[in-house]
């Protein structure tokens, strides 16, 4: 036998004398491990043992290179060595220094850490710990007690969650889509401060206002509303005492409700007779009732009447085309008449990520002759990412007997900024420019849904534009910008402005600061000052309030 022979022998017997050491080793392990011995009677139970099987070590030939894995190439570019990171350990891995050191104060690992400063009062670091540890501040955290407020809700939650609570209560038909009742009352109280001078006649004061919304919502599409202004009828901004002459209390209180509505879906309403896979998308409403059409310009009053509404059409490449009818029989505040007849039509649609709005609107004055007027307009928007723009073109025909017809052009541009460095805490701000012209003759078809006391404190001239009163031929411009502080809870709103009426020249400055002073309060500062070279319409004043919501 040959040299090699013998020793590949000598290796295999040596591989089959380990394999063999091994498994008896693992079943003896294996055995003593899993099974204990019985204890014998009277003795404890003896712990188990663990024996490990004892190898003597032999000597065995060396192992011929033919058996050996073959080798790795050397690498040839010392630099293409792989370089392996020296683990990130201490010097000393039993040292135990991090356990001495001391914990920081609680107060401390809270603001740094625990979000405390979430719970702070609202307004600008108000609350908030002084550098100097022992200088008092506010408790951050709320009161374990504390309620969130909300309006007064009967039957289901105003927010919240609940199960969901099953009535006898349904619609018309067999099978008719059941109630869900919500009954909630939410409001407002505003006492207020006004100093104000037009021309020469000074109107001082304090007043108050109150406002009562009680809404019942019978279904998610279908809802009565009511509101009541008791101390503040129609839209004079409430009752107020005048220290200007003539002195004295004005009384605006009225106990009749400002509006009232009940709206409604009629499929949602008349289940029981249609197929419920079918899509009627027919909304309606009826009562006296907030409308506006245009951005107000057009049209921004209540009317007493009803509306229906034909949403979710698709036409082309167009998208959300809404059609709707317009009935008021009454109430229409029309320059000619205050109680005219209304009939009328609105289509919006989206085409290609454009906004475009058609309104037609006949108005009948029957206490007025010759005073009938026809209106037709079209406004288009369009949003190109921050910076957005409307273009809007109004038209009245008809008013033989009175101002005849008129037009109306208006362009409105805004700009949002967005500001990370936060100069004087402003986070964003929304920056504004509009631009008009009115003919000779132009009214709002119908403009009598304004805070009287508020729109005397306004620059912008489309505002009194909006009110339906006619001022002859005017064009101007108003620019501004809107800034907020504090995630919006403080507004800054600077506004110059220049109008035109019938050829006479006039500058306005205002300001409007809002800020927000507890979970459901507000206050508001306005500020106007007009200038021209007539006198009438020179006007100059301040009206302070704060609103408390409910």
């Given at each position: 036998?040959?040299?090699?022979?013998?020793?590949?022998?000598?290796?295999?017997?040596?591989?089959?004398?380990?394999?063999?050491?091994?498994?008896?080793?693992?079943?003896?392990?294996?055995?003593?491990?899993?099974?204990?011995?019985?204890?014998?009677?009277?003795?404890?139970?003896?712990?188990?043992?663990?024996?490990?099987?004892?190898?003597?070590?032999?000597?065995?030939?060396?192992?011929?290179?033919?058996?050996?894995?073959?080798?790795?190439?050397?690498?040839?570019?010392?630099?293409?060595?792989?370089?392996?990171?020296?683990?990130?350990?201490?010097?000393?891995?039993?040292?135990?220094?991090?356990?001495?050191?001391?914990?920081?104060?609680?107060?401390?690992?809270?603001?740094?850490?625990?979000?405390?400063?979430?719970?702070?009062?609202?307004?600008?670091?108000?609350?908030?710990?002084?550098?100097?540890?022992?200088?008092?501040?506010?408790?951050?955290?709320?009161?374990?007690?504390?309620?969130?407020?909300?309006?007064?809700?009967?039957?289901?939650?105003?927010?919240?969650?609940?199960?969901?609570?099953?009535?006898?209560?349904?619609?018309?038909?067999?099978?008719?889509?059941?109630?869900?009742?919500?009954?909630?009352?939410?409001?407002?109280?505003?006492?207020?401060?006004?100093?104000?001078?037009?021309?020469?006649?000074?109107?001082?004061?304090?007043?108050?206002?109150?406002?009562?919304?009680?809404?019942?919502?019978?279904?998610?599409?279908?809802?009565?509303?009511?509101?009541?202004?008791?101390?503040?009828?129609?839209?004079?901004?409430?009752?107020?005492?005048?220290?200007?002459?003539?002195?004295?209390?004005?009384?605006?209180?009225?106990?009749?409700?400002?509006?009232?509505?009940?709206?409604?879906?009629?499929?949602?309403?008349?289940?029981?007779?249609?197929?419920?896979?079918?899509?009627?998308?027919?909304?309606?409403?009826?009562?006296?009732?907030?409308?506006?059409l245009h951005n107000q310009l057009l049209m921004n009053d209540e009317i007493l009447g009803a509306?229906?509404?034909?949403?979710?059409?698709?036409?082309?490449?167009?998208?959300?085309?809404?059609?709707?009818?317009?009935?008021?029989?009454?109430?229409?505040?029309?320059?000619?008449?205050?109680?005219?007849?209304?009939?009328?039509?609105?289509?919006?649609?989206?085409?290609?990520?454009?906004?475009?709005?058609?309104?037609?609107?006949?108005?009948?004055?029957?206490?007025?002759?010759?005073?009938?007027?026809?209106?037709?307009?079209?406004?288009?928007?369009?949003?190109?990412?921050?910076?957005?723009?409307?273009?809007?073109?109004?038209?009245?025909?008809?008013?033989?007997?009175?101002?005849?017809?008129?037009?109306?052009?208006?362009?409105?541009?805004?700009?949002?900024?967005?500001?990370?460095?936060?100069?004087?805490?402003?986070?964003?701000?929304?920056?504004?420019?509009?631009?008009?012209?009115?003919?000779?003759?132009?009214?709002s078809a119908a403009g009598g849904n304004f805070n009287r006391l508020r729109a005397a404190f306004?620059?912008?001239?489309?505002?009194?534009?909006?009110?339906?009163?006619?001022?002859?031929?005017?064009?101007?411009?108003?620019?501004?910008?809107q800034l907020f502080r504090h995630h919006e809870d403080e507004s800054i709103a600077p506004e110059?402005?220049?109008?035109?009426?019938?050829?006479?020249?006039?500058?306005?400055?205002?300001?409007?600061?809002?800020?927000?002073?507890?979970?459901?309060?507000?206050?508001?500062?306005?500020?106007?000052?007009?200038?021209?070279?007539?006198?009438?319409?020179?006007?100059?004043?301040?009206?302070?309030?704060?609103?408390?919501?409910?």
């Amino acid at each position: 036998m040959t040299p090699r022979a013998q020793s590949t022998i000598r290796q295999l017997l040596a591989s089959a004398w380990c394999s063999a050491i091994l498994c008896c080793g693992s079943v003896t392990l294996g055995d003593e491990t899993l099974f204990e011995l019985p204890p014998i009677p009277g003795e404890p139970a003896r712990p188990i043992q663990l024996s490990i099987p004892h190898v003597e070590h032999t000597s065995f030939g060396p192992i011929h290179e033919s058996l050996l894995p073959p080798l790795a190439e050397p690498i040839e570019k010392p630099q293409d060595t792989p370089r392996l990171l020296p683990l990130a350990l201490p010097e000393n891995s039993d040292s135990k220094a991090w356990k001495d050191e001391p914990l920081p104060p609680l107060d401390e690992e809270l603001w740094q850490h625990g979000g405390s400063y979430i719970y702070a009062p609202e307004g600008d670091r108000l609350g908030w710990p002084c550098e100097d540890e022992h200088a008092d501040f506010e408790m951050l955290r709320l009161p374990e007690d504390y309620v969130d407020p909300e309006p007064f809700t009967l039957f289901t939650q105003f927010e919240g969650e609940e199960p969901i609570k099953q009535y006898s209560l349904d619609w018309f038909g067999p099978g008719a889509y059941n109630w869900e009742p919500r009954f909630v009352a939410y409001g407002g109280y505003q006492v207020s401060a006004i100093a104000f001078k037009q021309g020469n006649t000074r109107s001082d004061g304090l007043g108050h206002q109150l406002l009562v919304d009680l809404d019942l919502r019978l279904t998610g599409t279908e809802r009565f509303h009511v509101q009541f202004r008791p101390i503040g009828e129609d839209n004079t901004g409430g009752s107020y005492y005048r220290f200007s002459d003539p002195a004295g209390y004005i009384d605006n209180s009225t106990g009749e409700p400002q509006r009232f509505w009940f709206e409604g879906e009629l499929h949602s309403m008349f289940s029981g007779f249609m197929d419920p896979f079918a899509v009627r998308d027919l909304h309606m409403v009826g009562g006296k009732f907030p409308f506006q059409l245009h951005n107000q310009l057009l049209m921004n009053d209540e009317i007493l009447g009803a509306v229906i509404n034909k949403n979710t059409l698709y036409l082309g490449n167009t998208s959300n085309i809404n059609i709707q009818a317009i009935y008021a029989g009454s109430d229409v505040d029309n320059v000619a008449d205050d109680n005219s007849r209304m009939y009328g039509t609105n289509i919006s649609v989206d085409y290609k990520k454009v906004f475009y709005e058609g309104s037609y609107l006949f108005v009948e004055t029957p206490d007025a002759d010759g005073r009938d007027q026809h209106f037709a307009a079209i406004s288009r928007t369009q949003f190109h990412g921050r910076l957005n723009y409307a273009t809007r073109a109004l038209f009245k025909f008809g008013d033989e007997a009175g101002t005849g017809a008129g037009e109306l052009f208006v362009l409105e541009t805004n700009y949002t900024y967005l500001m990370p460095a936060r100069p004087l805490g402003i986070e964003s701000g929304v920056a504004y420019c509009n631009v008009f012209y009115a003919t000779d003759g132009w009214n709002s078809a119908a403009g009598g849904n304004f805070n009287r006391l508020r729109a005397a404190f306004d620059v912008n001239p489309l505002v009194a534009i909006s009110t339906g009163s006619s001022l002859g031929e005017n064009y101007g411009a108003s620019l501004g910008i809107q800034l907020f502080r504090h995630h919006e809870d403080e507004s800054i709103a600077p506004e110059i402005a220049f109008q035109t009426p019938n050829g006479d020249f006039v500058y306005g400055f205002g300001l409007r600061y809002q800020r927000k002073t507890g979970k459901r309060t507000f206050f508001e500062v306005l500020g106007v000052v007009n200038l021209s070279d007539t006198e009438s319409l020179r006007r100059d004043g301040v009206f302070v309030s704060e609103t408390i919501l409910f």
